[in-house]
């Protein structure tokens, strides 16, 4: 039996805390609980920790999952080094915290898991499929929350409608996390449905997706690409993003990288372009034909999309192995 302590809320759905505590209990047996004030053992935060409220006996990790807009992809400023181990959502992420600030030591293991609601820790199996121009193709995406702009969610409909529709006249996009009164709208081969990540509905729009669409300008993972992989559903994502770490891992083609943005790579990068607030650069107009080149592939050969496969260094028991040896040794 293992004991490991978690920042409180690290059970609350829509967390990066929540797949990998469900990780861990799944393969390993962890007793998990929140943190108040214990002396010694093991515990695990979420983005930064005060050192002052955490005992020094205690092994310190911290998981750095994401940024807030308003640091332009930029982590949290916080005391790094008294951490005794920080672990990154993705390389990606991990680069631009280390032209910011002096790390400790840290690695970086990337997430695995499908939506909040899902407690399904078994992947959907390799299968092949294929298309014909006038078959019906179910497209997602994610709107996320009102006021992110930066999600491009008006961008992800021109393209549906005047690129997608025009080549593929029966295919239909889904929209997860509108904001809206009613449950859910249709019209136009459009479906909408209302933001609510944490029920149902949105491992059930995974389940009937064939591709998943994020061409958002920056994302620390996004923890999409991990719940498309769980689901086998190819996605097609923008360049600064961990889409491409991920790729590389499996055995074959889960997903596309299109080079739709100027590319981040320092936090000097990222506080001269602004990606999640300036509107100059996250709403501009978007090459929709290089995009539809990618789309266009993955439609052609869908099922080299759908049949690959894990492998040893990189599936669900082998990410629960990495955690266990950097919080338990």
Known sequence: MY??????????????????????????????????????????GHNFMNPKQVSRKMRRVVFVGG??????????KWD?????HVVFISKFFRQIAKTQYELGKSSVIHLVGGTPSD??????????????ANDEIHFMICAKWAKRYFKRYRQHIVLFQKHIQPCYPNSILHILGKKMDQEKSEGDNIISYRKDFHSSISHEVYK??????????????????NESMHYRVPFICGNNSAAEEFISKVEGKCGAVVLIDQQIRTARHCRKIKPMVSKKYYGKKLDNGLIMKTVHAVVQNYSEYTSWKWTDKFSYKAQADKWMKVLFR
């Open 67 to 76: 940024a807030r807009p308003a640091d332009h992809g930029i982590p949290r």
């Open 3 to 44: 004991t490991l302590y978690c920042h409180h809320n690290y059970d609350r759905l829509g967390g990066t805390l929540r797949p990998i505590t469900r990780l861990l209990s799944h393969f390993y047996n962890v007793d998990l609980k929140p943190y108040r004030g214990e002396k010694r053992g093991v515990y695990l």
């Open 208 to 225: 009937k997706a064939d591709i998943q669409i994020i061409l958002t300008p920056f994302d620390t993972g996004p923890m999409t690409v």
């Open 80 to 84: 790094w080094k008294s951490a005794d």
């Open 119 to 132: 407690d399904d820790l078994t992947p959907i199996a390799p299968f092949t499929k294929s298309f014909s």
